[in-house]
C-alpha cells in the first residue's frame, strides 16, 4: 500500500506564497522521483514539477521562476515553493510517483490551493 499525503495549501493573496508538503507511505523518496500535479474541476491533471532522486528538478512552463520543488529524503517528504502565485495557480495539488508498471500509484487526496483575486 502506497498512499500519499499532500499538505500545506490553503488561500493566498495574489503575490503571496505558500509551502505544501509530500509524504508518502510504502516507499521511500530516495529511490523515486516525485512529482506535483495539479487538477481543476474543467481541466485534467497536469504535470507541475519533478525532484530526481538525484535532485535535479524539472518544472512546468508555466510556474517556472514561481515554484520550486525540492526534498528532504531524511522526512521522506517533498516540498513545492509556491511564491509569486496569480489566480491562475488555483487548483488541488496531488503528488506521485511512478510504480513498477510506469504508471502512478494511486493518487492522495491532494491539497487545495486557492488564489484570491
Known amino acids: 500500500q502506497v498512499q500519499f499525503v499532500e499538505s500545506g495549501g490553503g488561500l493566498a493573496q495574489p503575490g503571496g506564497s505558500l509551502w505544501l508538503s509530500c509524504t508518502a507511505s510504502?516507499?521511500?523518496?530516495?529511490?523515486?522521483?516525485v512529482t506535483w500535479y495539479r487538477q481543476t474541476p474543467h481541466i485534467m491533471r497536469e504535470f507541475v514539477a519533478t525532484?530526481?532522486?538525484?535532485?535535479?528538478?524539472d518544472y512546468a512552463d508555466a510556474v517556472k521562476g514561481r515554484f520550486t520543488i525540492s526534498r528532504d529524503n531524511g522526512k521522506n517528504t517533498v516540498y513545492l515553493q509556491m511564491n509569486s502565485l496569480i489566480p491562475e495557480h488555483t487548483a488541488v495539488y496531488y503528488c506521485n510517483a511512478k510504480n513498477s508498471l510506469g504508471g502512478n500509484f494511486a493518487w492522495g487526496q491532494g491539497t487545495q490551493v486557492t488564489v484570491s483575486s
Open positions: 525532484t530526481t532522486t538525484s535532485s535535479f528538478a
Open positions: 510504502g516507499i521511500s523518496f530516495t529511490s523515486y522521483d
